[in-house]
């Protein structure tokens, strides 16, 4: 069969409407969407490795993150456990766990799955002790 056949036996107005329905000032595009079923037919395999890819990484970014407030959780555990020592501190020091709090609580407010009940005390702790050494003046 001829391109001259198929544009005279009906092909050629079926080419035509879908070029005429690609011009329309409305929003249908079947050439579009034919080259992209037929795009994602042979990619088919390169999206699936990329979905597993996604996967991975979002995994890989859940566990860097989990790891990094379990960082902020240990800081102020240990500066709190210092706390309880009697371990003085110099202002600068309390701002800086004071930021780890900050980061602390802001991942666990956003990941409420996150077990955030561990340092509870330990920052009322630090916030009591703070207060008192800024009332009295008597930082390190």
Same mark, same amino acid.
């Given at each position: 069969m001829s391109i001259q056949e198929l544009l005279t036996g009906g092909g050629g107005l079926v080419v035509l409407a879908l070029t005429?329905?690609?011009?329309?000032?409305?929003?249908?595009?079947?050439?579009?969407?034919?080259?992209?079923?037929?795009?994602?037919?042979?990619?088919?395999?390169?999206?699936?490795?990329?979905?597993?890819?996604?996967?991975?990484?979002?995994? $890989?970014?859940?566990?860097?993150?989990?790891?990094?407030?379990?960082?902020?959780?240990?800081?102020?555990?240990?500066?709190?456990?210092?706390?309880?020592?009697?371990?003085? $501190?110099?202002?600068?020091?309390?701002?800086e766990v004071l930021t780890e709090i900050d980061r602390y609580q802001q991942f666990c407010r956003e990941h409420p799955e996150y077990p955030n009940s561990r340092a509870t005390h330990a920052i009322a702790n630090i916030g009591r002790v703070y207060d008192d050494r800024l009332q009295k003046h008597d930082f390190l």
């Amino acid at each position: 069969m001829s391109i001259q056949e198929l544009l005279t036996g009906g092909g050629g107005l079926v080419v035509l409407a879908l070029t005429v329905i690609q011009v329309a000032p409305v929003k249908i595009n079947p050439w579009s969407a034919i080259a992209k079923a037929i795009g994602r037919a042979i990619n088919a395999e390169v999206l699936a490795e990329l979905e597993r890819t996604r996967i991975k990484l979002d995994n $890989h970014i859940k566990t860097d993150d989990e790891r990094a407030a379990d960082m902020h959780r240990a800081r102020i555990l240990r500066f709190n456990q210092e706390l309880i020592r009697q371990i003085p $501190h110099t202002r600068e020091e309390f701002i800086e766990v004071l930021t780890e709090i900050d980061r602390y609580q802001q991942f666990c407010r956003e990941h409420p799955e996150y077990p955030n009940s561990r340092a509870t005390h330990a920052i009322a702790n630090i916030g009591r002790v703070y207060d008192d050494r800024l009332q009295k003046h008597d930082f390190l």
